[in-house]
């Protein structure tokens, strides 16, 4: 509902031309949804049906590892896992667990190029996490190995990441850290082999270093599985002095309902 009250307050302070450029667009190409492609009231929005299929991970969870729980523990509740091996980051939070409609949207943006879904689901990252957003200083993504990066055209981490910085008004630190060792690709490997993978595998960039010393940032990547990958990276920021490192994913891979 706020959507539709947002979108119509957008048209009334449109210029008649904008507003006559919208309405032709929504003629030409109506609005659809994104997962499914049915008809919906407006554009970059879910049908009701794919909407519902959506396993979103809300409060409470663990505080650390956000992983979901069944009820309500109590504030600042660390989960077991949390509590007995401790991550390299601060903290975690993902929108929704990685299955149905959530992976085939990650897949879609991460290997059909489906750019235009990078804004929507920045969006619900950006809600995911917004106390980590409020209070940090600025929004960095998991990089790309160049050879990687020039094959694929795109970083999928990297064009959710600047979306996100523009609508928390953070800055996006896009060279700050790099991948710095080509490494296989992580599906398919056990947690151990995915850690060994990523290990050595990124950097801070020379001359970003007081871009990340003392600050409080947030670390965007599509999907969070064993946490190998993004562990590496804030491992490595870290040990370059950042005071603070919230993870953020669009998906988390959970094993058991939520």
């Not at 990089?143 to 600047?162: D, G, I, M, V």
């Not at 001359?207 to 946490?227: K, M, N, S, Y």
């Amino acid at each position: 509902m706020d959507g539709h009250i947002a979108q119509a307050t957008e048209r009334l302070r449109a210029s008649p031309l904008t507003t006559l450029g919208i309405l032709v667009r929504d003629l030409v190409y109506p609005p659809s949804c994104v997962h499914c492609g049915i008809r919906v009231a407006e554009h970059g929005a879910l049908c009701p049906q794919c909407w519902t299929s959506i396993r979103f991970i809300e409060r409470p969870f663990c505080e650390v590892l956000g992983t979901p729980f069944p009820f309500d523990h109590g504030a600042g509740t660390l989960s077991p896992e949390a509590i007995a091996d401790p991550p390299v980051f601060d903290r975690l939070r993902s929108v929704a667990s990685h299955d149905g409609p959530v992976r085939d949207l990650v897949h879609g943006l991460k290997y059909r190029d489906r750019t235009d879904l990078a804004p929507i689901i920045a969006r619900w990252m950006v809600r995911a996490g917004a106390e980590e957003l409020a209070t940090s200083d600025a929004v960095l993504a998991v990089p790309l190995h160049r050879t990687r990066l020039f094959a694929r055209k795109f970083n999928q981490s990297a064009e959710l990441a600047r979306h996100i910085a523009r609508s928390a008004g953070k800055p996006f630190l896009a060279s700050a850290v790099l991948r710095v060792k080509r490494t296989a690709r992580q599906v398919g490997l056990s947690a151990n082999a995915r850690a060994d993978n990523v290990r050595g595998a990124f950097a801070v960039a020379p001359g970003c270093e007081t871009e990340v010393f003392g600050r409080r940032l947030v670390l965007v990547d599509d999907v969070f599985t064993t946490g190998a990958t993004v562990s590496a990276v804030a491992r490595v920021l870290k040990r370059a002095g950042a005071a603070d490192v919230t993870v953020l994913t669009f998906a988390r891979a959970l094993s058991d309902p939520i």
